[in-house]
């Protein structure tokens, strides 16, 4: 077990933040995290789980266990006439795995193309785009229990997924660590065009014939042009959830605000929280080293020099502005520390 100590976690985060770990763990297993927590658990320390790192706001040091889940493989466990199930390790690429079903003419996820992060953090916030939700393609997961340090398996019911929700963030938080996720994908693609802008780019590429790669390079275009490349300024892509509202509330902002866009779900009508920030005055303000990106008021941006604490004010002020001229809430979707 390689644990290392004071190590910068800069590379780690896609705000690119230097805050540091006391000690530092790579686990490629599912037994290397389980003597890691058997470690932190003698040396009584507290321990912080990365994946990503696209999720998360450090907003100091940490002192305790930082462990970075880098489990990888991808493993074909059956397959029919219409469907292929695949066991994905929790530290392989999002966009790696996106990439792989794409090659090998599996259809359901090229519409969350380019989403940061890595496969163990997807069924934990339920990742979404472009009109689909990971619980839709979603089988079963394997999880570590961080108190019995055994491996447990969910399937789809026992995640509890909501709108960027599971029960890892609710009732289990910090409970478990996901190892593996199973996905059941189809060899038959129903394509899923008609949210965004995503027809818009096809047909200005003349794509009438409609591929896998086509639509998953079409959605590539189109975040590219809109949220900024982490590796170039520090982000976590979108920083708050999409609040959803009552029918009545909608009508009745509809009318202050006749231009408000609302689209119906089972909960009610959800709003996007980039147009209610842009309204509300904040789209590329900046504060010294932090700000809200120029082309999409829901990216939070560190432009180099800034930290985690003035991206957690900065944060404070907007919902704050927003619930002063819309009376609603919105929730982040990161993860401070």
């Avoid at 789980?49 to 493993?75: C, H, W």
């Avoid at 089988?139 to 509890?160: G, H, V």
Wanted: charged share 25%.
């Amino acid at each position: 077990m390689n644990i290392q100590e004071n190590i910068s976690l800069k590379s780690l985060n896609t705000f690119g933040f230097d805050q540091k770990a006391r000690f530092f763990l790579k686990a490629s297993s599912a037994q290397e995290l389980i003597d890691a927590l058997s470690w932190a658990k003698e040396n009584m320390l507290e321990v912080l789980i990365l994946g990503g790192g696209s999720n998360i706001l450090l907003t100091r040091d940490f002192g305790g266990l930082v462990i970075k889940v880098d489990i990888k493989g991808i493993q074909t466990l059956r397959e029919d006439e219409d469907l292929v199930w695949v066991k994905v390790g929790a530290g392989e690429i999002w966009q790696d795995w996106v990439s792989f079903a794409i090659d090998n003419n599996w259809a359901g996820i090229e519409n969350l193309s380019l989403i940061p992060g890595t496969v163990g953090a997807s069924p934990m916030q339920n990742i979404g785009a472009y009109g689909v939700e990971i619980k839709e393609v979603f089988d079963s997961l394997e999880a570590l229990n961080r108190s019995t340090l055994e491996i447990e398996t969910f399937t789809a019911e026992a995640c509890e997924f909501g709108y960027r929700e599971s029960v890892f963030k609710n009732k289990l938080k910090d409970q478990y660590v996901i190892c593996s996720v199973t996905f059941r994908l189809e060899k038959k693609p129903n394509f899923r065009v008609d949210y965004g802008a995503i027809q818009d780019v096809l047909n200005q590429k003349g794509i009438v014939d409609l591929s896998l790669r086509a639509v998953s390079e079409a959605v590539i275009e189109i975040r590219k042009s809109k949220l900024p490349d982490p590796k170039e300024i520090g982000n976590s892509g979108s920083f708050f959830k999409n609040p959803t509202i009552n029918r009545e509330k909608f009508d009745s902002l509809r009318l202050a605000f006749p231009q408000i866009p609302g689209y119906p779900n089972e909960e009610g009508v959800k709003v996007p929280a980039g147009w209610l920030i842009e309204q509300a005055g904040w789209k590329g303000h900046r504060d010294g080293e932090v700000g809200v990106h120029s082309k999409q008021a829901l990216v939070l941006v560190n432009f180099g020099k800034g930290s985690g604490r003035e991206i957690q004010l900065l944060s404070e002020k907007i919902r704050l502005s927003v619930k002063e001229k819309f009376g609603i809430e919105l929730h982040p979707e990161v993860n401070f520390i």
